[in-house]
T-cell receptor, first 113, second 110 residues
Framework: EAQVTQNPRYLITVTGKKLTVTCSQN?????MSWYRQDPGLGLRQIYY???????DKGDVPEGYKVSRKEKRNFPLILESPSPNQTSLYFC????????????FGQGTRLTVV | QKEVEQNSGPLSVPEGAIASLNCTYS??????FFWYRQYSGKSPELIMF????GDKEDGRFTAQLNKASQYVSLLIRDSQPSDSATYLC??????????FGAGTRLTVKP
């Protein structure tokens, strides 16, 4: 089954404790991206990657890191999480030749206390 | 700042009616336009995309694009209670960025 898989689905952590949210897709998509979704603000792009070893900042990259060492994986790293990073996070991937992220992961609800 | 604007709603329509959802965008270089449906607690699901001015129909859904007015809309005919969700408008600019509106919450009442 074609899918984008995020882990964990839910996470509660404390301020300053490094964490990683994993994202993996099995569709051989080149383009992958991370979004956060907050009430009233919609989906805001954090980082995206056009291909292996190619990443770029989205609208809200501060406090986040990403890496793209393999085509299928695109982890999101919070080196020192803060309460304002409490949000719902989505990973997405799309095939080349189309203009959109057609496939989203299930989402990760992160709470930083 | 490139913006995508939607009325947050909620928009309430009776079952069987036409629901009309609107979106405006600020980047004149935008090339691709998308509508996603998102049920509460779930991930967004792509339902329509449109690249050219005019209408595009897919079943009960019609997307309309007017690049001169920087306006894109989604019509849902014969609305069903199962259409109750938040609808996100997304715009891809001339670069690789993808911007989403905050979404319009639609409620279809039986």
């Amino acid at each position: 089954e074609a899918q984008v898989t995020q882990n964990p689905r839910y996470l509660i952590t404390v301020t300053g404790k490094k964490l990683t949210v994993t994202c993996s897709q099995n569709m051989n998509h080149e383009y992958m991206s991370w979004y956060r979704q907050d009430p009233g603000l919609g989906l805001r792009q954090i980082y995206y990657s056009m291909n292996v070893e190619v990443t770029d900042k989205g609208d809200v990259p501060e406090g986040y890191k990403v890496s793209r060492k393999e085509k299928r994986n695109f982890p999101l790293i919070l080196e020192s999480p803060s309460p304002n990073q409490t949000s719902l996070y989505f990973c997405a991937s799309r095939p080349t030749g189309t203009g959109s992220e057609a496939f989203f992961g299930q989402g990760t609800r992160l709470t930083v206390v | 700042q490139k913006e995508v604007e939607q009325n947050s709603g909620p928009l309430s329509v009776p079952e069987g009616a036409i629901a009309s959802l609107n979106c405006t965008y600020s980047d004149r270089g935008s090339q691709s336009f998308f509508w996603y449906r998102q049920y509460s607690g779930k991930s967004p699901e792509l339902i329509m995309f449109i690249y050219s001015n005019g209408d595009k129909e897919d079943g009960r859904f019609t997307a309309q694009l007017n690049k001169a007015s920087q306006y894109v809309s989604l019509l849902i005919r014969d609305s069903q209670p199962s259409d109750s969700a938040t609808y996100l408008c997304a715009v891809k600019g001339s670069g690789n960025d993808m911007r989403f509106g905050a979404g319009t919450r639609l409620t279809v009442k039986p």
